[in-house]
């Protein structure tokens, strides 16, 4: 390994240490939007070291506590955007009252993009930190579990790392969208399922695809190729979540800019 990957290698896993133990010290007793994002934020500094804890800084720390029935309204109930306001002055005529009632509207579809005064874009972010924790878990255990079974597929490990990656992510990005959400026991599990893959299918998978076109590269240019018990794997593994990360953005804003998603 050439002196400056070395460098930069350990450069970085020490910011990203450092970067995590911040945030576990800091993060209990601060308000996060989610009780999700608790573990969110410190898995997203895990792989963005000091931008991670950036963000966590500046966009995620202190945010008002999301309850489950914003999330149920902006989920399931968007028809009652257009709902008449009560508050409506009984004395204005008939066009003023039709001009409150659009205002109200688009009120409460600006609300839908973002719950609290940051800007959209923070806002955007912020859930694709969300989609990432998830994608991290899930490559984090498929990597070291394809490697420790010899797993291959058309005899190619990466293959492998492709398909159990993948399903692990999916799993974990669907459980923390569900939970995101604010589901409880007494919540229709099909329902929220159904919400949370909507919700989260489509960016998983672009920031499975920015994640495995970094993987492919490595597997190219790396000779040995890196594995799990070696630090240049899991060097490799930050930066092919960072890029995720990116690949991932646009399809979170498309999704929160619709109201498919949450704005956080």
Not at 89 to 111: E, F, K, M, P, W
């Amino acid at each position: 390994m050439p002196i400056w990957l070395q460098s930069v290698m350990y450069l970085w896993f020490a910011l990203s240490i450092i970067s995590f133990i911040t945030v576990i010290v800091d993060i209990p007793g601060k308000s996060v939007g989610m009780p999700i994002m608790k573990i969110v934020w410190p898995l997203t500094t895990l792989y963005m070291g000091i931008a991670g804890l950036y963000a966590y800084w500046n966009f995620g720390r202190n945010t008002p506590m999301m309850h489950h029935g914003q999330e149920s309204r902006r989920h399931g109930h968007h028809d009652a955007h257009h709902e008449p306001s009560e508050s409506m002055h009984h004395h204005r005529s008939v066009d003023t009252r039709t001009n409150n009632v659009n205002l109200g509207g688009q009120r409460n579809h600006h609300a839908q993009d973002s719950h609290s005064s940051k800007p959209f874009w923070q806002s955007v972010f912020v859930s694709s930190t969300h989609c990432g924790g998830g994608c991290t878990l899930g490559d984090a255990i498929g990597g070291p579990l394809v490697f420790s079974l010899g797993l291959v597929v058309a005899g190619s490990s990466l293959f492998a790392d492709y398909i159990v990656e993948f399903l692990l992510a999916y799993i974990f990005g669907i459980a923390f969208q569900y939970f995101g959400m604010g589901f409880s026991n007494l919540e229709s599990l099909a329902k929220g399922l159904k919400n949370a893959v909507k919700a989260d299918t489509f960016s998983l998978t672009a920031y499975e695809v920015g994640m495995f076109g970094w993987m492919a590269l490595v597997h190219v240019f790396f000779v040995p190729i890196p594995q799990p018990n070696h630090l240049l794997y899991w060097f490799m593994m930050q930066v092919a979540m960072m890029i995720g990360f990116l690949t991932s953005y646009p399809a979170n804003w498309v999704l929160v800019r619709m109201g498919i998603k949450h704005a956080m």
